[in-house]
T-cell receptor, first 114, second 114 residues
Framework: KQEVTQIPAALSVPEGENLVLNCSFT??????LQWFRQDPGKGLTSLLL?????REQTSGRLNASLDKSSGRSTLYIAASQPGDSATYLC?????????????FGQGTTLQVKP | EPEVTQTPSHQVTQMGQEVILRCVPI?????FYWYRQILGQKVEFLVS????????KSEIFDDQFSVERPDGSNFTLKIRSTKLEDSAMYFC????????????FGPGTRLTVL
């Protein structure tokens, strides 16, 4: 059974810092991995999707990497801003079947201080 | 930009009552999902739906739950007889194809069972 873990659970940094959020998963036979942002009491906004054949994806100040063999993904946020404060979730999809259910980690809550 | 919408945003109900949560997926999407997030816990998969039938369901999705796509736009989750432990945020998600696509999530319905 796939288990997804995110470390740390919470992170507080000053504005402008570069930071890395970690995600690990127990079953390396993933089809893809998605990073989401969740603001308090709100829905999930998709940030990046990495296919199993890819090593990284970039969108603006965000860069996500994937190492399937070690069961790890990282989300790198460059030059953090107070508006980046949110909970960041990673989710894996197993197998190539079309159901595509996602298994989520518990999230890392990020606070960027001005 | 098209988005997944959900109604209501907050539903309060008495234990034992039936509730229907509604979702309008993105119009050209073919795969539909319900997830839930109990306060302070991980987002959990409930059910996936494709071609007018359930393609996968979790152990949470017992006989008290059902899903329906009553017309070409709505996707509903019904809980027949709510329990206190059904209190959670319920998220609807959709994606266009079965292979590599991103799942797009709605803003959620907060269900409170008293």
């Amino acid at each position: 059974k796939q288990e997804v873990t995110q470390i740390p659970a919470a992170l507080s940094v000053p504005e402008g810092e570069n930071l890395v959020l970690n995600c690990s998963f127990t079953d390396s036979a993933i089809y893809n991995l998605q990073w989401f942002r969740q603001d308090p009491g709100k829905g999930l906004t998709s940030l990046l999707l990495i296919q199993s054949s890819q090593r990284e994806q970039t969108s603006g100040r965000l860069n996500a990497s994937l190492d399937k063999s070690s069961g790890r993904s990282t989300l790198y946020i460059a030059a953090s801003q107070p508006g980046d404060s949110a909970t960041y979730l990673c989710a894996t999809r197993l197998g190539s079947g079309n159901t595509g259910k996602l298994i989520f980690g518990q999230g890392t809550t990020l606070q960027v201080k001005p | 930009e098209p988005e997944v919408t959900q109604t209501p945003s907050h539903q309060v109900t008495q234990m034992g009552q039936e509730v229907i949560l509604r979702c309008v997926p993105i119009s050209n999407h073919l795969y539909f999902y319900w997830y839930r997030q109990i306060l302070g816990q991980k987002v959990e998969f409930l059910v996936s739906f494709y071609n007018n039938e359930i393609s996968e369901k979790s152990e949470i999705f017992d006989d008290q739950f059902s899903v329906e796509r009553p017309d070409g736009s709505n996707f509903t989750l019904k809980i027949r007889s709510t329990k206190l432990e059904d209190s959670a945020m319920y998220f609807c998600a959709s994606k266009r194809t079965g292979s590599t696509d991103t799942q797009y999530f709605g803003p959620g319905t907060r269900l409170t069972v008293l």
